[in-house]
C-alpha cells in the first residue's frame, strides 16, 4: 500500500512519511516547497506542486492506483502572519482543501487523515480539552483549519469521503534518526527560545508567573514529533474500523476527531528545568512580566487517541529536547536553508 502525503516535505509531514516508510507503506509526496525542503523529501516518491492542481492529482493517482490513504498536512501555519494576511491562509488552508477533497473524491480515494490543531478548543477550567470541549477559535490560521473540518464533514456526509481528523498542539523534537526536522533555525515556541539563549549564552526568560496553573507559568502540550507521526500511521492502519465504509456505494463517509497530546502538558517552569536537565547549568532561567497577547495555554486528553489508535504518547519531554538539539546541529551540516 502506499500514502499519499500533502505537505510531506514539511516539518510534520516529512516525519510522518518517515513513520509510514518504517511500517513499509510507501509514502508519495506533494509539496509546492511554499515552506518544505526538497532535501525532507530526498529518497522518496515526490511531486513538486499544489494541492490544488487536479490535472497533477489525477497525474498522482493514475501512477500510484495503489494509494489506500491521503494524509493531508499541507498548510500555512504561521499564526502572525494569518493575521496580516488572512486571505491568504483562507486561500491555502481552507478553499484549497476543498479543491483536494474534490479531486480526491473524483479518483475514488475516500480516505483521509487530516493534520488539524486542537488550538480550535476552549480549555475547561482547569485548562485540559478533550473532542467534546466547546470551540473558540482565536486567530485566522485556527479558524481556516476549523472551517476546512466543517467542509470536509460536509463533503464525507455527501460524496461517500471518510476522514479522520488528528488534533494537537505543539509538536517539538525531530525525527530521531535526524533525518528531518524544523526547517527554521529560530522556532518562536518557548524550546526554539531556550536554544537561543543557552547557544546565545544569556538567560531565558520565563514570561509570566502569575497564570492559574501548576507553578503559575504558562502551559502547552509539547510533544515529540515522532509521537504524532506514529498516531497518523496507527490511524491509517485502523482506518477501516475507525471509519467504516458506507453501508450501500455512494451512501454518507463517516467523519471522527481524535486529540493527539500528553493528557498533563508541560508548564514553561518544567521546560527550562528539563532543558536544564539535558544541557547542564550553562542554561539559566530567569523570571519576568507577561508579554501583551501571551496565554495561559492549554493541554490535550488523549483518552480517545487510547481507545481507538492504542496510542500515547512514548517519548519524554527531555527526549524531544535532545532531539530538537540534535537537529539544531544536524540542519546546519545538511544546509537546511
Ligand atoms: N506545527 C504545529 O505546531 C502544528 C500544530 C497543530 C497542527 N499542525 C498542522 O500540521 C500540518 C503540518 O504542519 P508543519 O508544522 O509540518 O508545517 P510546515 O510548514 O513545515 O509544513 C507544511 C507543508 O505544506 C506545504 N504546502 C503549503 N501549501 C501548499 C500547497 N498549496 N500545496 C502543496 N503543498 C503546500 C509546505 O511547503 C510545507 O512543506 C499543518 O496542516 C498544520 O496546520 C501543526
Known sequence: MKVLITGGAGFIG????SAFAERGVTPVVLDSLVTGRAAFA??????????????????????????????????????????????RYYQVNLAKTLELAGHLVRN?????IFASTAGMYRPGP?????????LEPQNPYTRSKMMAELLL??????????????????????????????????????LGKMIESYELGVPFKITGVDWPTRDGTAIRDYIHVWDIARAFAEAAARFDAIVPPPARPGGPGGYQVINLG??????????????RGVVGDRFQ????????????????DPAKAHELLGWKPEYTIEDAIRHSLQWSARRRELDVV
Open 153 to 190: 464533514a460536509d463533503l464525507c456526509a455527501a460524496y461517500g469521503l471518510r476522514v479522520v481528523s488528528l488534533r494537537y498542539l505543539n509538536p517539538i523534537g525531530a525525527d530521531p534518526r535526524m533525518r528531518t526536522g524544523l526547517q527554521s533555525s529560530k522556532p518562536t515556541h518557548a
Open 14 to 17: 516529512s516525519t510522518i512519511a
Open 108 to 112: 475514488g480515494a475516500d480516505r483521509m
Open 285 to 300: 532561567a530567569e523570571e519576568a512580566p507577561a508579554r501583551p497577547g501571551d496565554v495561559v495555554g492549554a493541554y490535550v
Open 262 to 275: 500528553t493528557g498533563d502538558g508541560t508548564t514553561v517552569r518544567e521546560l527550562a528545568d528539563a532543558f
Open 126 to 134: 482547569d485548562l485540559s480539552v478533550t473532542e467534546e470541549s466547546g
Open 42 to 87: 530526498a529518497g522518496k516518491i515526490f511531486y513538486t506542486g499544489d494541492i490544488g492542481d487536479g490535472a497533477l492529482l489525477d497525474q498522482i493517482f493514475r501512477d500510484h492506483p495503489d494509494i489506500g490513504v491521503t494524509v493531508h498536512c499541507a498548510a500555512l501555519i504561521v499564526v502572525p502572519d494569518s493575521m496580516t494576511d488572512p486571505h
